[in-house]
């Protein structure tokens, strides 16, 4: 992909973190392949990044590390 489908915007590959949500589970992934528009912020995930975090949430009984994530309710 090329540009952004929202806003046409430039896209270039980067490393991010990502909050990826399995039904009730959420899990952190640091350093994330992806594509990112530098014109919107909208993040794209390769096929090869969304099945290898699938797989590791699905397999996850242990995690490498746990955050502290602030909850706030409206």
Not at 21 to 29: A, D, N, S
Not at 35 to 60: H, N, R
Request: proline share 5%; hydrophobic share 35%; charged share 30%.
């Amino acid at each position: 992909m090329e540009k952004c489908y929202f806003c046409k915007g430039k896209l270039t590959r980067e490393r991010v973190n990502h909050l990826h949500r399995w039904g009730e589970k959420m899990i952190f992934f640091e350093n994330v392949e992806a594509e990112v528009c530098k014109q919107c912020g909208e993040t794209y995930f390769p096929p090869e990044s969304l099945a290898l975090m699938d797989k590791k949430t699905k397999l996850l009984s242990t995690p490498e590390k746990t955050i502290s994530i602030p909850l706030v309710t409206l």
